[in-house]
């Protein structure tokens, strides 16, 4: 399945089972290709794109956020510098989240702009960020606080990579494409609700996410709206994510994130799916540093932020409200 994403510029997203050994075929290789990947991926997805490529390089960066640094971002460049890229070639980043942005603001920055390919590997980056065009670093303990939005040339997505993913990532990945059910699709969260057979199902719940997420960046492709739908759990969830010091994973966060703002029918409905796919439902961190940390968040603007609340599956509502009335919903009232 192609999904053709109408941004500008506009790109081709391929989901497909074994689609990696097309690769030579859907993106233009014939040239100098920087592959970047990080050493959790396994080695032969990107060394299999670089023997496709008329000159190929790997680069390799340590797995994990760690990485997704300004250090990581000049080392990547000096290596390109060193080897001369130009203009006309390109970089095709290999792995989860932490290698599309870092790929994808590398690609933005270099010589002013160099053609971009995404092949996300974990589920995480399959249904959310390899599309959309956000890419960034982060900086002095901010989250993706320097970057731009950068379209890729084209996405391909061979969900066959995930067989060696561990199940944790994939529950934890999963949570994404829920959070576009919980809010904008109530057949995509049945669809995930219902699932017996999560590997059997994946490919249509990553379609089913991915159109959800084509549509929301097609008409607010810079967050100044709708876009801001995509982040909901997020607010509490980044919070919680570094109060824990990264001891659980982002979607982790996000699921018990999105506990707080939710109510009713759809909050139990959200607890039931964080249950099913064993994922946490709670968190050890203290009212006052989550509100410190979400004081600090880029969302929030002038001590006032924008929260997505979910009353019923597949719709929502944003508010924008002084910080401290985060306050409640960390209580458990509402607003
Ligand atoms: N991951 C949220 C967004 O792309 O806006």
Not at 103 to 114: D, K, L, N, T, V
Not at 184 to 200: A, M, Y
Request: charged residues 25%.
């Amino acid at each position: 399945m192609i999904i053709r994403v109408e941004t500008n510029p506009a790109y081709d997203v391929l989901v497909e089972r074994g689609s990696l050994s097309e690769v030579g075929s859907i993106f233009n290789l014939n040239r100098k290709v920087l592959v970047l990947t990080d050493s959790g991926v396994p080695a032969e997805y990107a060394q299999y794109v670089a023997s496709k490529a008329k000159e190929g390089h790997i680069f390799i960066i340590p797995q994990g956020e760690a990485s997704k640094n300004l250090d990581s971002f000049k080392s990547v460049i000096a290596y390109m510098l060193d080897h001369e890229f130009s203009r006309k070639d390109c970089v095709v980043a290999v792995g989860g989240g932490v290698c599309g942005d870092l790929a994808g603001f590398i690609s933005a920055c270099y010589m002013r702009g160099i053609e971009f390919y995404n092949i996300p590997t974990t589920l995480i980056s399959m249904v959310d960020s390899s599309i959309g065009g956000k890419t960034a670093v982060d900086l002095e303990g901010y989250k993706n606080v320097v970057g731009a939005f950068y379209q890729p040339s084209a996405v391909l997505i061979d969900p066959n990579t995930l067989k060696t993913l561990d199940e944790r990532q994939i529950h934890a990945g999963l949570v994404e494409a829920f959070k576009m059910g919980a809010t904008c699709d109530k057949d995509l969260f049945e669809l995930i609700e219902k699932s017996n057979d999560l590997e059997g199902d994946i490919e249509s719940i990553i379609i089913g996410a991915l159109n959800i997420k084509k549509r929301v960046v097609e008409q607010d492709t810079k967050e100044a709206g709708l876009r801001k739908v995509l982040n909901f759990g997020h607010t509490v969830g980044h919070a919680i994510e570094s109060g824990a010091n990264l001891t659980l994973l982002h979607g982790e966060c996000v699921g018990i994130g999105m506990l707080y703002v939710s109510k009713g029918d759809a909050k139990e409905r959200i607890r039931s799916l964080l249950k099913k796919y064993s994922l946490p439902q709670s968190h050890k961190v203290e009212e006052e540093a989550l509100m410190e940390l979400m004081a600090r968040d880029k969302k929030t603007s002038n001590r006032n932020v924008d929260v997505v609340l979910v009353e019923e599956i597949g719709s929502f509502e944003i508010r924008n409200i002084p910080l401290e009335d985060m306050r409640k919903l960390l209580k458990g009232e509402w607003l």
